[in-house]
């Protein structure tokens, strides 16, 4: 079994920066592949950023690139993601999703383990 436990969530002005975490726990072999996802009220829950475990390679959803970064600490324990310059448009409920698969999908259907979510708000 995976646990994610997401934190870092909170209230900021547009232009400024949080760093989200998630705290994972499991088998690593079921979590090879990890990302983070948003949902805002009445959207869809999209891909915001993936990583691959085994290789380092991430993915980037066009809204993020260049102001969000996604990592892991060295220990594959928790995965972060950075972001700066933040929009309103960013507001959203965040997760963190773990899968097993060496290919890292940016569909949610593609992920079997979630966490609860964090919130961001940001103000304009």
């Known amino acids: 079994q995976v646990q994610l436990v997401e934190s870092g969530g909170g209230s900021v002005q547009a232009g400024g920066s949080l760093r989200l975490s998630c705290a994972a726990s499991?088998?690593?072999?079921?979590?090879?592949?990890m990302a983070w996802f948003r949902q805002a009220p009445g959207k869809v829950r999209e891909g915001v950023a993936t990583?691959?475990?085994?290789?380092?390679?991430?993915y980037y959803a066009d809204s993020v690139k260049g102001r969000f970064t996604i990592s892991q600490d060295s220990a594959e324990n928790t995965l972060y993601l950075q972001m700066n310059s933040l929009k309103p448009e960013d507001t959203a409920m965040y997760y963190c999703?773990?899968?097993?698969?060496?290919?890292?999908?940016?569909?949610?259907?593609?992920?079997?383990?979630w966490g609860q979510g964090t919130q961001v708000t940001v103000s304009s």
């Open positions: 999703a773990a899968d097993p698969s060496f290919s890292c999908s940016r569909w949610p259907a593609a992920y079997n383990y």
């Open positions: 499991g088998y690593t072999s079921r979590r090879r592949c």
């Open positions: 990583f691959a475990t085994s290789s380092g390679s991430t």
